[in-house]
Nanobody, 127 residues
Framework: HVQLVESGGGSVQAGGSLRLSCAVSGDTSKSYCMGWFRQGSGKEREGIVYIDSDGVTSVADSVKGRFTISKDNAKNILYLQMNSLLPEDTAKYYC??????????????????????WGRGTQVTVS
Protein backbone atom coordinates (compact mmCIF):
# COMPACT_ATOMS: atom_id res chain seq x y z
CA HIS A 1 0.00 0.00 0.00
CA VAL A 2 1.01 3.60 -0.56
CA GLN A 3 -0.23 6.87 0.89
CA LEU A 4 -0.42 10.00 -1.20
CA VAL A 5 -0.61 13.60 -0.02
CA GLU A 6 -0.93 16.48 -2.48
CA SER A 7 0.15 20.06 -1.91
CA GLY A 8 0.78 23.22 -3.87
CA GLY A 9 -2.70 24.18 -5.02
CA GLY A 10 -4.02 27.70 -4.86
CA SER A 11 -5.41 30.60 -6.85
CA VAL A 12 -3.61 32.01 -9.85
CA GLN A 13 -4.36 34.35 -12.71
CA ALA A 14 -4.75 33.03 -16.22
CA GLY A 15 -1.37 32.60 -17.86
CA GLY A 16 0.31 31.87 -14.57
CA SER A 17 2.02 28.75 -13.27
CA LEU A 18 1.74 26.41 -10.33
CA ARG A 19 3.63 23.32 -9.26
CA LEU A 20 1.78 20.59 -7.43
CA SER A 21 3.58 18.02 -5.31
CA CYS A 22 2.50 14.58 -4.18
CA ALA A 23 4.39 12.98 -1.31
CA VAL A 24 4.40 9.20 -1.61
CA SER A 25 4.90 6.99 1.43
CA GLY A 26 4.39 3.36 2.27
CA ASP A 27 5.51 0.48 0.09
CA THR A 28 7.40 2.44 -2.53
CA SER A 29 9.49 -0.59 -3.45
CA LYS A 30 6.86 -1.73 -5.90
CA SER A 31 6.44 -0.27 -9.35
CA TYR A 32 3.41 1.92 -9.89
CA CYS A 33 1.86 3.91 -12.63
CA MET A 34 1.54 7.38 -11.12
CA GLY A 35 -0.93 9.89 -12.38
CA TRP A 36 -2.48 13.29 -11.89
CA PHE A 37 -6.23 13.57 -12.27
CA ARG A 38 -8.56 16.52 -12.00
CA GLN A 39 -12.23 17.01 -11.39
CA GLY A 40 -13.97 20.26 -12.15
CA SER A 41 -17.31 21.27 -10.69
CA GLY A 42 -20.02 19.05 -12.14
CA LYS A 43 -17.53 17.09 -14.23
CA GLU A 44 -16.13 13.59 -14.14
CA ARG A 45 -12.67 12.96 -12.81
CA GLU A 46 -10.22 12.76 -15.71
CA GLY A 47 -6.65 11.57 -15.98
CA ILE A 48 -4.38 14.24 -17.45
CA VAL A 49 -0.79 13.09 -17.06
CA TYR A 50 0.75 9.74 -16.13
CA ILE A 51 4.27 8.48 -15.58
CA ASP A 52 5.21 4.84 -15.51
CA SER A 53 7.88 3.07 -13.48
CA ASP A 54 10.41 3.62 -16.27
CA GLY A 55 9.76 7.36 -16.41
CA VAL A 56 7.73 7.26 -19.62
CA THR A 57 5.03 9.92 -19.59
CA SER A 58 1.61 10.21 -21.17
CA VAL A 59 -0.19 13.54 -21.48
CA ALA A 60 -3.80 14.33 -22.34
CA ASP A 61 -4.39 16.62 -25.30
CA SER A 62 -6.14 19.17 -23.09
CA VAL A 63 -2.90 19.94 -21.23
CA LYS A 64 -0.23 18.92 -23.73
CA GLY A 65 2.53 21.48 -24.03
CA ARG A 66 1.46 23.16 -20.77
CA PHE A 67 1.62 20.50 -18.04
CA THR A 68 4.59 18.28 -17.20
CA ILE A 69 4.76 15.35 -14.81
CA SER A 70 7.97 14.32 -13.12
CA LYS A 71 9.10 12.36 -10.10
CA ASP A 72 11.97 12.46 -7.67
CA ASN A 73 12.55 8.83 -6.80
CA ALA A 74 15.04 9.67 -4.06
CA LYS A 75 12.52 11.86 -2.25
CA ASN A 76 9.42 9.86 -3.30
CA ILE A 77 7.70 12.97 -4.61
CA LEU A 78 5.60 13.29 -7.74
CA TYR A 79 5.31 16.71 -9.34
CA LEU A 80 2.93 18.40 -11.74
CA GLN A 81 4.27 21.58 -13.30
CA MET A 82 1.41 23.59 -14.76
CA ASN A 83 2.18 26.52 -17.06
CA SER A 84 0.00 28.85 -19.13
CA LEU A 85 -2.96 28.09 -16.91
CA LEU A 86 -6.45 28.70 -18.23
CA PRO A 87 -9.74 29.26 -16.37
CA GLU A 88 -10.87 25.83 -17.61
CA ASP A 89 -8.01 24.27 -15.66
CA THR A 90 -9.89 25.15 -12.47
CA ALA A 91 -10.47 21.87 -10.66
CA LYS A 92 -9.49 19.74 -7.73
CA TYR A 93 -6.31 17.89 -8.61
CA TYR A 94 -5.61 14.40 -7.36
CA CYS A 95 -2.50 12.27 -7.26
CA UNK A 96 -3.04 8.53 -7.84
CA UNK A 97 -1.07 5.32 -8.01
CA UNK A 98 -1.94 2.03 -9.65
CA UNK A 99 -0.28 -1.32 -10.11
CA UNK A 100 -0.39 -2.20 -13.80
CA UNK A 101 1.73 -3.28 -16.71
CA UNK A 102 3.60 -0.16 -17.88
CA UNK A 103 2.12 -0.58 -21.35
CA UNK A 104 -1.28 0.36 -19.87
CA UNK A 105 0.04 3.45 -18.06
CA UNK A 106 -1.36 5.75 -20.72
CA UNK A 107 -4.05 8.42 -20.46
CA UNK A 108 -5.78 6.79 -23.41
CA UNK A 109 -5.96 3.44 -21.62
CA UNK A 110 -5.92 3.52 -17.81
CA UNK A 111 -8.94 5.10 -16.12
CA UNK A 112 -9.78 6.07 -12.55
CA UNK A 113 -10.79 2.48 -11.75
CA UNK A 114 -7.30 1.26 -12.59
CA UNK A 115 -5.75 3.33 -9.80
CA UNK A 116 -6.10 1.88 -6.34
CA UNK A 117 -4.50 4.63 -4.29
CA TRP A 118 -5.59 8.25 -4.13
CA GLY A 119 -4.71 11.43 -2.33
CA ARG A 120 -7.35 13.79 -0.99
CA GLY A 121 -6.74 16.38 -3.66
CA THR A 122 -5.71 20.00 -3.82
CA GLN A 123 -7.77 22.82 -5.30
CA VAL A 124 -6.51 24.89 -8.21
CA THR A 125 -8.46 27.98 -9.19
CA VAL A 126 -7.57 30.01 -12.28
CA SER A 127 -9.25 33.36 -12.86
Amino acid sequence: HVQLVESGGGSVQAGGSLRLSCAVSGDTSKSYCMGWFRQGSGKEREGIVYIDSDGVTSVADSVKGRFTISKDNAKNILYLQMNSLLPEDTAKYYCAAGRMNPRYCNVGVARTGNFGYWGRGTQVTVS
